[in-house]
């Protein structure tokens, strides 16, 4: 049974039902990506002029419910469905998938709560963990395994502001996430090594991190490519597994893992996640390591159906609450 839509009412209700003041006008700092918080503090996402503040206020105490979590510093909501669409990608046969996915709508104020952990802080293949393990062990509320980027010999790879591998690969797009909370995408064929694309002004000493796996699954303007454009992206085509990092402006984000290769849940075609993003109202999206490994963790606990059980993997992306340490030296 869908409770997708039923979860946000209930979740949105249990917000509006706290007593938090958000409403203010925004004095942030457009230079720096910032904005200011009616209690004063600093956040990379803008809360709209009759919107609800999606975080609490400084101090006070966590509210979990089995499918989200608010904080001072983050906001999540997780909800579930089940989509089935059909498909006609190369104008001769109808192609059908269907999945039961897992959509967490994320809200962070601080770039740094959305983090790569590697198992044991290596990025190299031999190095590999389970994703709850490496949840755990780094504090994380929600998880998803990301990008296996180790995986391949060239492309450039930054995680958490640290430069792993500076070498070009042209076969793939790059998703590049700034700590202004921005996220771009770097097309294939136009990337080149690190210092050539720090060069150019691609990348600069503000990149959070960039992810190398794709493709890409919205054009500029949010919507679906052609089915020719994806051919020339990549050949990962047949429904599968799949997990995608899904962009609606700074600060706002969702973690999206879909089900496959069972009778239950078929998987995903490419153009059929695509679709789904769009639909979840993503003006971006980029595709993550799929297959066994899309995997989807809260508080260290698989909310998912991996396929076979899910695999160890070498690298997974967070979202976590500042430290006190953090939030004491908040950058201004």
């Known amino acids: 049974m869908s409770f997708r839509k039923s979860a946000i009412w209930l979740t949105v209700l249990i917000l509006l039902l706290t007593e938090i003041p958000c409403l203010a006008e925004d004095t942030g700092n457009e230079s720096t990506g910032t904005h200011t918080l009616p209690d004063g503090r600093s956040s990379i996402y803008r809360v709209k002029d009759d919107e609800e503040c999606p975080f609490l206020a400084a101090g006070e105490t966590p509210q979990i419910t089995p499918y989200s979590y608010r904080s001072e510093d983050v906001c999540i909501v997780i909800t579930t469905d089940r989509y089935s669409v059909y498909t006609n990608p190369d104008g001769k046969a109808e192609k059908r998938s269907s999945a039961m996915y897992y959509c967490a709508d994320i809200y962070i104020r601080d770039i740094r709560c959305m983090e790569r952990v590697y198992a044991e802080g290596r990025f190299k293949e031999d190095y590999k963990g389970k994703v709850t393990t490496l949840a755990n062990s780094a504090g994380a509320i929600l998880a998803t395994n990301s990008d296996y980027a180790c995986l391949l010999s060239q492309g450039v790879v930054i995680a958490n502001g640290k430069v792993l591998r500076k070498t070009a690969n042209k076969k793939r797009d790059m998703c590049v996430i700034r700590t202004d909370g921005t996220m771009t995408i770097i097309p294939y064929g136009t990337a080149l090594n690190y210092d050539k694309m720090v060069k150019s002004g691609l990348l600069d000493e503000n990149v959070w991190q960039v992810f190398l796996f794709g493709p890409d699954l919205l054009d500029k303007d949010g919507n679906v490519y052609e089915y020719k454009e994806y051919k020339r992206k990549t050949d990962v085509l047949p429904n599968n597994p799949r997990t995608v990092l899904g962009y609606y402006e700074p600060g706002h984000y969702c973690l999206v893992v879909a089900d496959g290769r069972t009778n ?66 908040y950058p201004q």
């Open 264 to 329: 239950e849940s078929l998987g995903l075609r490419i153009e059929a996640l695509a679709q789904l993003m769009k639909e979840l109202g993503c003006v971006s999206a980029y595709n993550l390591d799929g297959g066994q490994s899309s995997q989807m963790s809260f508080f260290g606990k698989i909310i998912n159906a991996p396929y076979n059980k899910g695999r160890r993997v070498n690298d997974i992306l967070i979202i976590r609450d500042l430290t006190n340490d953090e939030r004491d030296n």
